[in-house]
């Protein structure tokens, strides 16, 4: 059975490499890599409402190496994540019998509907239940796996391959293109944590723990602290220290950045030992840190921020092959 309805028919699209990768099927790691790490484009963030942006990335999490923004995507076409004004978007149901943000029938959803904001229910007219639901129905059908999995999840979705080729096509243009699988993997551990307060000498490898001196009643993440947890979770260790950090991996020229790397700036630019503060890159000049006291983890500007550019040292990408593994 449909997880969705479906909706009006849409003309051929073309899809981007990176998709068409993720279809070609035969190699887990490669197609897996090509969506799952890019970061939110300046347009995702513009159309995406910022709840829905943090479910969908939330909610992919719970599928391994299901691409985020394919959940984005489905949720655009069903509903312009629960803008549109079609019956059976908040209540009620659709001439198909689909209803909610992410349109499910009634049937599939007993099946696979989740408790996405932990309330003790699971609603399918509740943005959150109803994007972790997507996920479980997504999952189940070997999204995770990519290629063609990915593309039979997704007609399983909605029994079209227009929807695929739609669908696809609005997930490329929200994530920004990686050239490095785990820096995918690392922004998006970074971005789970968008909002936790700033302690000093707080985070790790496990996550968010309680600092030292003023950050010890602060449970959150220091700037070093959230990029050592970032890259663990993408199987690579790095120091601790910002400024240790900085020699964990081979230094990437500016027109070479990628995202997942980790951009450091120091009193004086020209001496490393003077790193005081570290980034990760999320592209288009962005980047998600751990600013300070006072603030939280969150995305900030990077390339147009002239207090960043005077201090900017540069770029390291950490790899399996350093001193640390």
């Known amino acids: ?30 197609s897996a890599d090509a969506t799952s790490a890019g970061a939110p484009t300046a347009y995702a963030r513009d159309d995406i409402p910022p709840d829905y942006l943090r479910w969908y990335t939330d909610a992919a999490q719970t599928c391994p190496s299901l691409p985020w923004a394919v959940l984005a995507a489905i949720g655009k076409v069903e509903s312009d994540h629960g803008r549109s004004p ?26 696979y509907g989740a408790d996405g904001n932990h309330d003790s229910h699971k609603n399918r007219y509740n943005p959150a239940d109803a994007i972790h639901g997507a996920a479980n129905y997504l999952c189940a059908n070997h999204a995770s796996q990519g290629g063609k999995h990915l593309h039979q999840a997704i007609w399983r979705y909605n029994h079209a391959d227009w929807y695929v080729r739609k669908v696809l096509a609005q997930a490329g243009r929200y994530a920004a293109p990686t050239s490095s699988g785990r820096g995918a993997v690392a922004v998006r551990a970074a971005l789970r944590w968008r909002g936790t307060p700033y302690s000093w000498g707080g985070g790790g490898p ?18 070093s602290g959230l990029t050592q947890y970032a890259w663990a979770k993408a199987g690579v260790m790095i120091a601790r220290v910002a400024a240790d950090q900085y020699d964990d991996g081979p230094h990437i020229p500016r027109h070479a950045l990628a995202s997942g790397d980790l951009l450091f700036f120091a009193t004086n630019p020209r001496n490393p030992r003077t790193i005081h503060h570290v ?11 751990a600013p300070q006291t006072g603030d939280v983890v969150r995305e900030a500007e990077f390339a147009r921020s002239a207090y960043r550019q005077r201090q900017y040292v540069g770029a390291t990408r950490p790899t399996p092959r350093n001193r640390h593994q």
């Not at 449909?2 to 490669?30: D, E, F, I, M, S």
């Not at 980034?279 to 840190?289: N, T």
């Open 279 to 289: 980034g990760i890159y999320l592209g288009r000049g962005r980047m998600v840190h």
């Open 1 to 30: 059975m449909k997880a969705a309805a479906c909706v009006a028919a849409a003309g051929l699209l073309a899809y981007p490499l990176a998709l068409a990768t993720l279809l070609a099927g035969g190699n887990h790691t490669a």
């Open 206 to 223: 496990s996550g968010p723990t309680y600092g030292i001196e003023h950050g010890a009643n602060i449970k959150g993440f220091d700037c």
């Open 86 to 111: 079609l019956p059976g978007i908040r209540s009620g149901e659709n001439h198909a019998g689909a209803g909610g943000p992410m349109q499910f029938l009634a049937a599939t959803w007993a099946a």
